[in-house]
């Protein structure tokens, strides 16, 4: 599955239509705090590195941009940007009713 289109449905909501029909609905704030760099994921261990209260409650995507065709790169407008985020790994995180149910 693939990302056919983004959209910011308000400041801090993300969506995204997928090549299947589905529509995502992700908290930007929720994403960042998914990110699963190096910086924000220790390697070894599987750690979170991150603390919740050190993302913005403000927090939003500056730039995205797609990473070969497996993936999506944020840049956030709190500086981070090293996070790869898989389309697998986007789409496990969809907020929408229907996925929950799953």
Not at 38 to 58: G, H, M, Y
Not at 76 to 101: M, N, P, Q, V
């Amino acid at each position: 599955m693939h990302p056919i289109e983004l959209s910011q449905k308000a400041a801090n909501t993300l969506g995204i239509t997928w090549d299947d029909g589905h529509q995502s609905s992700y908290q930007v704030r929720g994403l960042r705090l998914q990110c699963k760099c190096a910086a924000c994921v220790d390697e070894w261990t599987r750690k979170v590195l991150i603390k919740e209260e050190q993302i913005p409650l403000d927090i939003r995507p500056k730039k995205i941009e797609p990473v070969g065709r497996y993936a999506l790169s944020i840049a956030w407008s709190d500086g981070h940007s090293s996070g790869i985020y898989t389309f697998d790994h986007l789409r496990s995180l969809c907020e929408c009713e229907a996925c929950r149910k799953t």
